[in-house]
């Protein structure tokens, strides 16, 4: 069984230690001080930048958007095995560039991506995080464009002669842990395209599939984080998700960085009041907020006594749900202005979504409770518009708890931006009506009601006792997007839990 858990993180004042002129401890130290078991740490990136908003909602490059998250979602199908229903790739899958080709894409634009080396010498790849699919695989083009792995110029290579999909092996190499700052082997699927493929013009790099079921496997070779397991790298089969601001983040294997955060925050807050009394000419005492080592303790007054005593305090679990493969969950209530508008909306979490993706009585109902707001007419029907004088003041409802998404300014490079971060853009320039980051999707609707049951193949109109496998079982759900991990931590066990905390 698989759960998650989010928890509100204090990323206002997360700046780099650079800022100060005083002495501060860097970010990697101020992580590997609060773990008290082994955790790695990855800074993130969005490639490309944060997603363009500009002044004026381009609505043409806003339905684009629109149609490629979309599309991702229609890779694949459900299928009835044993006594679960699961998720599996399509034959064909919709967006592939190559029949049967592997889910997921490396170097595009507008993803979120983790750097790792791999080899001796070691090269540096950028690992594009994926939450629909669960392979882990590097692909190695004869384009010159993306991040390359050539493993004939690393020593520690060791192939295989297995072939766990066309077209790829399943070599051994080291891998360059951050944080921790250890090597260790560890199995991948390693792709080339054919020749005669169009596929060798893209860009080389990796994927790294973060869904929680092997039933989305196209390669059958280990989970990346579950090798590291085996290998006793990690202790704890959990991973986290944070995103400082529209264009960087941490993923953290083994562990969260709350407790990091949390001190980054009280060491900049401090650092900010020294530099403010060192203009006005006061003297301030040099001394930095404690770092607590691991196994370290202290009874001296102002210092940090201990660590956390159990990891798990301070967050709030919910059941991953729907058919089994990606992080679908019960968002219990969706806030308005202070007014529950919706309640127990099923909703999949997906980072690299640019929006919140709502079904059509979802969005109907949300926009309905925000004076002014109405739907586009075609072919734009899928965005509403809202007075950018009168942004709603959301909230989205987890595990009992309610978490603030898109709320205020867009930071210090957005302020005066129409409407504020629930903001797409003015509709058109002067117009006092912004376009709303909550979308209507149709996904799930008029599919062709295809399904595999008991190994079988049937298609037709959803009928009796089969209407439940039909189409990408999308119909009805949201789809939680980058938006909302801002401010907020997100915690994914792919374990089995016993218990929640509360």
């Not at 983790?114 to 083009?141: C, H, N, R, W």
């Not at 300014?409 to 376009?435: E, I, N, Q, T």
């Not at 209507?440 to 209407?467: C, F, H, I, P, V």
Request: with cysteine; proline share 6%.
């Amino acid at each position: 069984m698989h759960f998650l858990s989010f928890l509100m993180l204090p990323t206002s004042l997360f700046v780099p230690a650079s800022t100060f002129a005083t002495t501060i401890h860097t970010h990697a130290e101020i992580l590997r001080s609060f773990d008290d078991a082994p955790v790695l740490h990855f800074t993130l990136a969005r490639r490309g930048g944060a997603f363009p908003t500009d002044t004026v909602a381009n609505l043409t490059f806003l339905k684009e958007e629109l149609e490629k998250a979309e599309g991702r979602f229609n890779l694949t199908r459900r299928e009835v095995r044993g006594n679960k229903l699961v998720r599996r790739a399509r034959e064909k899958a919709v967006g592939v560039k190559d029949e049967g080709g592997l889910m997921g894409s490396v170097g595009l634009g507008g993803r979120w991506y983790a750097k790792i080396e791999i080899g001796t010498p070691p090269q540096e790849i950028e690992m594009d995080l994926d939450m629909l699919v669960s392979d882990f695989y590097i692909v190695t083009t004869s384009s010159r464009k993306g991040s390359r792995y050539d493993d004939f110029f690393s020593h520690s290579n060791v192939k295989s002669n297995a072939h766990p999909y066309p077209n790829c092996g399943l070599p051994t190499d080291e891998f360059h842990l951050p944080t921790i700052n250890v090597s260790v082997p560890l199995a991948f699927a390693h792709c080339r395209p054919a020749k005669s493929s169009l596929n060798t013009l893209l860009a080389s790099g990796s994927t790294l599939g973060l869904a929680p079921s092997e039933h989305l496997s196209q390669t059958k070779t280990p989970f990346m984080f579950k090798q590291l397991l085996e290998k006793e790298v990690i202790e704890r089969p959990i991973w986290s998700l944070m995103l400082i601001n529209g264009q960087e983040g941490v993923l953290s294997v083994g562990g969260t960085s709350a407790q990091a955060v949390e001190l980054v925050e009280k060491q900049t807050t401090k650092e900010l009041d020294n530099m403010g009394a060192s203009e006005r000419g006061e003297v301030t005492a040099q001394e930095g907020i404690p770092i607590v080592k691991r196994g370290l303790r202290s009874v001296e007054k102002g210092v940090v006594k201990s660590r956390e005593p159990d990891w798990e305090s301070g967050w709030r679990w919910s059941k991953v749900q729907g058919a089994e493969g990606w992080w679908q969950i019960l968002m219990q209530g969706v806030w308005a202005d202070g007014s529950k508008v919706l309640t127990n909306q099923p909703a999949v979490i997906d980072i690299n979504t640019p929006f919140m993706l709502a079904p059509p009585h979802a969005a109907k109902a949300f926009y309905s409770s925000i004076s002014g707001s109405r739907p586009l007419p075609a072919p734009h029907s899928n965005f509403y518009i809202f007075p950018c004088l009168n942004p709603p003041v959301l909230h989205f409802e987890f595990g009992g708890w309610t978490f603030p998404v898109m709320q205020g300014g867009k930071g210090a490079d957005w302020v005066g931006m129409p409407g504020g971060k629930f903001s797409l853009g003015r509709l058109r320039d002067g117009s006092g009506y912004c376009v709303g980051a909550v979308v209507e999707t149709w996904m799930g609707l008029g599919d062709d009601r295809e399904t595999t049951l008991a190994g079988k193949r049937r298609k037709g109109a959803g009928g009796k006792g089969n209407e439940e496998l039909a189409g990408n079982g999308m119909r009805d759900v949201w789809v939680v997007g980058e938006g909302f991990f801002r401010g907020v931590g997100g915690v994914f066990d792919l374990g089995t839990r016993y218990g929640s905390p509360s």
